[in-house]
């Protein structure tokens, strides 16, 4: 019998680039520190290649190049490069980055969108802070589009901590026909995209913000996600590089925001839902987490972390209240295993809670796609 081909390492993706060469400094992409964030998941490699930003656009046979010479190494079943910002960049001052004015090339601008056709609307779940549920909310959410019967994707956009592959009960990695695009993994009638199904489970993505970015970009763009009435982005927490790149470059139908009750979270969901108000994004509403909790013993019903929170901040906010969903054992347990209570419980008053949030939700996303398009966003410094 022949031997087992051996696992791919760091160092045989290395090698196999040493033979690529740079042609602005004439010499290896490796001996000119240009390769990081070397990752190896079941012989699925992802790695980034620092250049200068303003080489980006003609380098790009550059990153073909290196994607070839890694894709011939024994073991490799697929590869992913992506072109990221030099390290020694300097981060651009914030008024730097502002967009033209109105009839001072917002042409460029329009062009600086993302381009992804197929995909009806896009829809983004955000929260303020993190541990608020947002994935969970995500995920149910998707899952109940689909179960109404609309084509639905759903992008895991957290590189730091993608939570998808378990949430959503997908184990192996995407494929790819024809060697330059992604084919989306399925489970619960929608289809996924995240890293995690391309970096071991406890592998820390130590990526500096143009690398996530780079990452992101091409989630969206190299993977064949078909025809699709809704794809829905969970994103990271925060309001920080990610979410404001998704909020500026990709064509948001909508946002959601995600917060438990108390004080704190609200405060940060205000600040979600004000950058996207900044960025011209439509919110369409916010979902009160962990509303409420209902003693499966006595039927007793505890405000563990405050209750209406989110309603009264809605109102003070001017957005819609979309709905709560209590603190449930069910939602942890089914969520952990990678059946979302949706899915696997249907008739449960949980599931049919994320039900009618996803019935408000779609409502309001075709009130947009009827005769509406947005314009690219406009940043609003204050």
């Given at each position: 019998?022949?031997?087992?081909?051996?696992?791919?390492?760091?160092?045989?993706?290395?090698?196999?680039?040493?033979?690529?060469?740079?042609?602005?400094?004439?010499?290896?992409?490796?001996?000119?520190?240009?390769?990081?964030?070397?990752?190896?998941?079941?012989?699925?490699?992802?790695?980034a290649?620092?250049?200068?930003?303003?080489?980006?656009a003609?380098?790009?046979?550059?990153?073909?190049?290196?994607?070839?010479?890694?894709?011939?190494?024994?073991?490799?079943?697929?590869?992913?490069?992506?072109?990221?910002?030099?390290r020694?960049?300097?981060?651009?001052?914030?008024?730097?980055?502002?967009?033209?004015?109105?009839?001072?090339?917002a042409?460029?601008?329009?062009?600086?969108?993302l381009?992804?056709?197929g995909i009806?609307?896009?829809?983004?779940?955000?929260?303020g802070?993190?541990g608020?549920?947002?994935?969970?909310?995500?995920?149910?959410l998707?899952?109940?589009?689909?179960?109404?019967?609309?084509?639905?994707?759903?992008?895991?956009?957290?590189?730091?901590?993608?939570?998808?592959?378990?949430m959503?009960?997908i184990?192996?990695?995407?494929?790819?026909?024809?060697?330059?695009?992604?084919?989306?993994?399925?489970?619960?009638?929608?289809?996924?995209?995240s890293?995690?199904?391309?970096?071991?489970?406890?592998?820390?993505?130590?990526?500096?913000?143009?690398?996530?970015i780079?990452?992101?970009n091409q989630?969206l763009t190299?993977?064949?996600?078909?025809?699709?009435?809704?794809?829905?982005?969970?994103?990271?927490?925060?309001?920080?590089?990610?979410q404001?790149?998704?909020?500026?470059?990709?064509?948001?139908?909508g946002?959601?925001?995600?917060?438990?009750?108390?004080?704190?979270?609200?405060l940060?969901?205000?600040?979600?839902?004000?950058?996207?108000?900044?960025?011209?994004?439509?919110?369409?509403?916010?979902?009160?987490?962990?509303?409420?909790?209902?003693?499966?013993?006595?039927?007793?019903?505890?405000?563990?972390?405050?209750?209406?929170?989110?309603?009264?901040?809605?109102?003070?906010?001017?957005?819609?209240?979309?709905?709560?969903?209590p603190l449930?054992?069910?939602?942890?347990?089914?969520?952990?295993?990678?059946?979302?209570?949706?899915?696997?419980?249907?008739?449960?008053?949980?599931?049919?809670a994320?039900?009618?949030?996803?019935?408000?939700?779609?409502?309001?996303?075709?009130?947009r796609?009827?005769?509406?398009?947005?314009?690219?966003?406009?940043?609003?410094?204050?």
């Open positions: 019998m022949a031997n087992a081909t051996p696992p791919v390492t760091e160092a045989d993706i290395l090698a196999a680039l040493r033979a690529v060469l740079d042609p602005t400094r004439r010499t290896d992409v490796v001996s000119a520190g240009m390769i990081s964030g070397v990752a190896i998941k079941d012989g699925n490699v992802h790695f290649i620092e250049v200068d930003p303003s080489e980006g003609k380098l790009e046979p550059l990153r073909q190049a290196a994607e070839k010479a890694v894709d011939r190494v024994p073991g490799v079943l697929s590869v992913t490069a992506v072109l990221t910002a030099h020694g960049e300097p981060a651009k001052p914030a008024a730097a980055q502002r967009p033209a004015a109105p009839g001072r090339g042409e460029g601008r329009a062009s600086g969108m381009q992804l056709p009806a609307s896009i829809i983004a779940v955000a929260s802070k993190g608020v549920g947002k994935s969970t909310t995500a995920i149910n998707a899952v109940a589009l689909a179960a109404d019967g609309l084509g639905v994707g759903l992008l895991d956009a957290d590189i730091y901590g993608p939570s998808m592959p378990r959503m009960g184990r192996g990695r995407p494929e790819s026909r024809d060697g330059r695009s992604l084919i989306p993994m399925r489970n619960h009638g929608v289809s996924c995209m890293i995690g199904f391309l970096v071991e489970e406890d592998t820390p993505m130590i990526w500096r913000g143009p690398m996530v780079s990452a992101l989630m190299d993977v064949a996600w078909g025809a699709l009435d809704v794809l829905v982005v969970d994103l990271p927490p925060g309001t920080g590089d990610a404001l790149t998704m909020a500026q470059r990709v064509p948001l139908t946002a959601v925001i995600v917060s438990t009750p108390q004080d704190i979270a609200l940060d969901a205000r600040k979600g839902l004000n950058m996207f108000r900044q960025v011209d994004v439509p919110v369409f509403g916010i979902i009160e987490n962990m509303s409420y909790f209902l003693c499966p013993s006595c039927g007793h019903e505890s405000h563990i972390f405050g209750h209406g929170g989110a309603r009264a901040e809605a109102l003070r906010l001017d957005v819609e209240f979309l709905g709560e969903i449930h054992m069910d939602i942890r347990e089914t969520s952990d295993s990678g059946r979302p209570i949706v899915a696997s419980e249907p008739a449960s008053p949980h599931a049919q994320y039900r009618r949030i996803a019935q408000r939700v779609w409502e309001k996303a075709s009130e796609l009827t005769g509406q398009t947005r314009p690219p966003p406009r940043i609003v410094i204050q």
